[in-house]
């Protein structure tokens, strides 16, 4: 029994600073994602983005600052990371693949919100639809026409033609158009 015991106190002993350096690890990473984070805040203030773009940011950045603080800790502690990281890459694959029309919604929805090509409270026409935008989010361009609410995926502004009526009653600031 003194064996097993001295035999549990020596792998414990070997394992210490592995352990501790992981948990400095985390704690470093953790330490990156807050400051990280604050940054991303006060850039996307001082930019006037829009709160849909600053949170996919801020999400992004955090989600993929623990992978790589958890990959790296894992691999202080001895883990074979090759494995992970390929299975990361083909899952990435595998999802973009399969989410390929979201993702190009998602893209398309940045970019319009980075761009401006239209804000809400213009009007706007495409592909047979027109009528005035009064959301846009990550996935659709909400626009009201006379009669009905039309979401129309933010792909498709991006590549088909668009016409673009500004709103002449002023409730968009120039802030928002910049």
């Given amino acids: 029994m003194d064996h097993y015991l001295n035999l549990l106190t020596d792998q414990a002993i070997a394992w210490l600073p592995r352990v501790g350096m ?9 330490l990156l ?12 203030i001082r930019l006037g983005l829009e709160e849909n773009l600053s949170i996919l940011m801020l999400r992004s950045t955090r ?25 990361l890459g083909l899952t990435g694959f595998a999802l973009g693949f399969a989410l390929k029309d979201t993702v190009s919604n998602l893209l398309s929805g940045v970019l319009i919100l980075l761009y401006r090509p239209f804000t809400t409270g213009d009007t706007i ?12 989010d990550m996935r659709y361009t909400v626009i009201q026409s006379e009669t009905d609410r039309i979401f129309i995926p933010n792909s498709k502004l991006f590549t088909d033609p668009l016409s673009v009526r500004e709103n002449t009653t002023g409730s968009t600031t120039d802030a928002q158009k910049q």
């Fill in 63 to 87: 989600l993929g600052l623990w992978i790589l603080g958890l990959i790296t800790t894992f691999g202080t502690l001895g883990v074979d990371v090759t494995a992970m990281v390929a299975g």
């Fill in 125 to 136: 026409g495409i592909s047979g639809f027109e009528g005035r935008v009064i959301s846009i």
């Fill in 33 to 44: 994602v807050k400051l990280a984070t604050n940054v991303i805040r006060g850039v996307t």
């Fill in 22 to 30: 992981a948990v400095l690890i985390l704690l470093l990473f953790w």
